[in-house]
C-alpha cells in the first residue's frame, strides 16, 4: 500500500548535522502525525496537525521541528540531535472528522552518531 | 499506571490453535479502541477496529468491555503468517469536533506460530 510515503527509509546523521524528514499522504486526508518509536517502548506521539494547523505538541524538544505547508505534506526539520534520539520516525494520516483510524507510512529509521 | 498495557509475551503457539490476547486501558474516557499489527522492522498497520458490541472478521474476533476497560483479540486456526506483534491501541477525542487527536500504543504482544 502506497498511501503514505516517507524518505528517506533510512538516515544517519551526526550531532552536529541537520537534516528533514518527508512524509506525504495520497488519501485525501487532512489530519497528520509523527510518531516516534524506540526500542522497547510503545510508539509515542509527537506531533499532532489538523487542517494544516498543528493541534498538539506532545513536550518534544526544540531539535525536532514540525512542518505542515499543506494537506498532503508533513516535515520533521531535525537540528543537533541526541544518539538517544536513534528510533524509527512514523508518519500517519486520517480523516479530521469521522472514522478516527490512522494509516502509517513505512517510517525513517535514523541513527544518530 | 501505563495508559494502555499488555503482555510482551513472546507467545510461542502451534499452526492452526487458537490464541486470545488481553490489553487494559488506564482512561475511561478512551473512546476508540483498535488492534494493530506490527511485522518487524515495518510499520503499523491496522488489524481491526474494535467495537463495544464486539467484531469479528474471519479468524479474528475482538471485543472490548468498557465496565472493566480491556479488550481482547482472539485468533483462530492461527497460520505462520499471523507471527508479529499485535499493538493494543486507544484513542480519546481531545478537541471539540472530533478533531485530530493521537492514539496511544501499547508496548505490543509478540505471537510466534510455529509449524
Known amino acids: 500500500e502506497t498511501g503514505v510515503t516517507q524518505t528517506p527509509r533510512h538516515l544517519v546523521m551526526g550531532m552536529t548535522n541537520k537534516k528533514s524528514l518527508k512524509c506525504e499522504q495520497h488519501l485525501g486526508h487532512n489530519a497528520m502525525y509523527w510518531y516516534k518509536q524506540s526500542a522497547k517502548k510503545p510508539l509515542e506521539l509527537m506531533f499532532v496537525?489538523?487542517?494544516?494547523?498543528?493541534?498538539e505538541n506532545n513536550s518534544v524538544p526544540s531539535r525536532f521541528s514540525p512542518e505542515c505547508p499543506n494537506s498532503s505534506h508533513l516535515f520533521l526539520h531535525l537540528h543537533t540531535l541526541q544518539p538517544e534520539d536513534s528510533a524509527l520516525y512514523l508518519c500517519a494520516s486520517r480523516r479530521d472528522r469521522g472514522r478516527p483510524e490512522q494509516f502509517f507510512g513505512p517510517g525513517t529509521r535514523l541513527t544518530v552518531l | 499506571r501505563k495508559e494502555v498495557e499488555q503482555d510482551p509475551g513472546p507467545f510461542n503457539v502451534p499452526e492452526g490453535a487458537t490464541v486470545a490476547f488481553n490489553c487494559t486501558y488506564s482512561?475511561?474516557?478512551?473512546?476508540?479502541f483498535f488492534w494493530y499489527r506490527q511485522d518487524c522492522r515495518k510499520e503499523p498497520k491496522l488489524l481491526m477496529s474494535?467495537?463495544?458490541s464486539g467484531n469479528e472478521d474471519g479468524r479474528f474476533t475482538a471485543q472490548l468491555n468498557r465496565a472493566s476497560q480491556y479488550i481482547s483479540l482472539l485468533i483462530r486456526d492461527s497460520k505462520l503468517s499471523d507471527s508479529a506483534t499485535y499493538l493494543c491501541?486507544?484513542?480519546?477525542?481531545?478537541?471539540?469536533?472530533?478533531?485530530?487527536?493521537?492514539?496511544?500504543f501499547g508496548k505490543g504482544t509478540h505471537l510466534i506460530i510455529q509449524p
Open positions: 491501541v486507544v484513542n480519546q477525542v481531545k478537541y471539540s469536533g472530533g478533531g485530530a487527536d493521537g492514539l496511544t
Open positions: 496537525y489538523s487542517l494544516e494547523e498543528r493541534v
Open positions: 474494535v467495537y463495544s
Open positions: 482512561n475511561s474516557a478512551s473512546q476508540s
